[in-house]
């Protein structure tokens, strides 16, 4: 389905009279919706929120705002703040903490929260990494991430918690100069970690991805960037195996798992067209479901099965057609379908990018659109059709 002219021209409107009365409580602990209607479906919107992760625990969603994280135990009618992050050494991140700064540079992932437990969390904030629990509050870990270039350490779903507790992560940087990247793994919550991979230098740029596979108990990884370094495969015991490789359809930053197929959409703004795949795990065989608008970056699956992709909008390249960015979903029928498209910023410089939490099976679909026409970063939690805005 499709977002018409119309109602987008609706959308800017509401949102724009929101987001004056949501920067005046910018620093509430508690943060209301605020209800509007968009094509008969009655929404909540919220200012100044970036979906993080889904509590599969408690039910809970949590999100940031800057540097600070929220909780909400009502499906996103309301978000009560939990802890704010330490103050910086990095002047970037320090600014970053300033809703203004984020709208006007158009970085919007300050944070990265991980649900590691009931009311648990692993936190990465620039090259640091943090733990916060209900009972102990924010505490500051030792390890630290390497920064390879540019502002992102970490992809939202290139960490990962397995079912044993483990947690692990891939690097992720600009690095220009294709330096050794490896894959961590943390046995104790994050206190100590220990190199589960490493792929020699000039092998690949960086990792986009590290997901659990539940029905084949194997963890999955996705590398980029041009053909020569994209590595589609699976880690076991210490040891890669390559499933694809070579190829943009293999460029991959979030994949989908069932039974019989392992869904991804392609990653790539240096091809003329994305598609969205599946793999045939019993054939080894890879099957084209469609094309989509724009590169995909993440996809979630809901509690009811249903698979959700969201484009991007990169500044550079030539995949990306109209100048929008939307949400895709695959059906119990294993069709692609659009479910709505949203209008980019075409003022901003950085990607407009579509996230959703990181770990699958909320009920609803939620998701964060960044640098898109309604300013800043937007965030929808569908529940009986509720929406929410971030910027």
């Known amino acids: 389905m499709r977002i018409l002219k119309p109602v987008l021209i609706v959308i800017v409107v509401i949102t724009s009279s929101t987001i004056i009365v949501s920067r005046l409580l910018n620093h509430s602990t508690v943060v209301q919706a605020i209800p509007v209607q968009i094509q008969r479906r009655q929404m909540l919107l919220h200012d100044n929120l970036v979906l993080q992760d889904y509590d599969s625990y408690t039910g809970a969603l949590i999100a940031s705002r800057g540097a600070s994280v929220y ?17 910086p050494r990095s002047i970037p991140f320090l600014l970053s903490r300033f809703g203004f700064f984020r709208n006007i ?37 030792e390890h630290t991430i390497r920064r390879l270039g540019g502002n992102k350490y970490l992809l939202s779903q290139s960490i990962e918690q397995l079912p044993d507790g483990r947690i692990v992560y891939g690097e992720y940087g600009r690095n220009s100069d294709f330096d050794s990247i490896q894959v961590f793994i943390s046995s ?65 930053v979030s994949l989908i798992f069932d039974e019989d197929y392992v869904y991804w959409g392609t990653d790539s703004p240096d091809i003329d067209t994305n598609y969205v795949f599946y793999f045939n795990r019993s054939e080894d065989t890879v099957v084209a479901m469609g094309a989509v608008n724009g590169p995909i970056w993440y996809s979630t699956q809901t509690l009811n099965g249903t698979i959700y992709l969201g484009t991007a909008h990169e500044t550079i390249g030539i995949g990306m057609h109209n100048d929008s960015v939307s949400v895709w979903n695959i059906d119990s029928h294993r069709q ?56």
């Open 188 to 252: 104790d919550t994050g206190k100590t970690w220990r190199r589960k991979y490493r792929f020699a230098p000039n092998t690949i740029r960086h990792i986009h991805t590290v997901r659990y596979d539940p029905y084949d108990s194997l963890l999955w990884i996705g590398t980029g960037d041009i053909n020569e370094h994209v590595i589609l495969g699976t880690l076991s015991d210490n040891e890669l195996n390559v499933i694809r490789e070579g190829d943009q359809y293999y460029r991959v």
């Open 336 to 391: 692609l379908n659009k479910v709505l498209s949203i209008k980019r910023d075409l003022g901003q410089r950085r990607h407009s990018i579509i996230r959703f939490p990181k770990t699958d099976g909320v009920p609803v679909l939620c998701f964060s659109v960044h640098n898109s026409a309604l300013g800043g970063s937007v965030t929808f939690i569908e529940n009986n059709n509720i929406c929410y805005k971030e910027n």
């Open 71 to 87: 909780i909400s135990n009502d499906t996103g009618r309301t978000f009560e703040k939990l802890y704010t992050m330490p103050i």
């Open 105 to 141: 540079v158009g970085f919007h992932e300050v944070i990265e929260a991980l649900v590691v437990g009931p009311n648990k969390h692993l936190i990465t904030y620039g090259s640091q990494m943090f733990r916060w629990s209900e009972n102990e509050g924010l505490k500051k870990l």
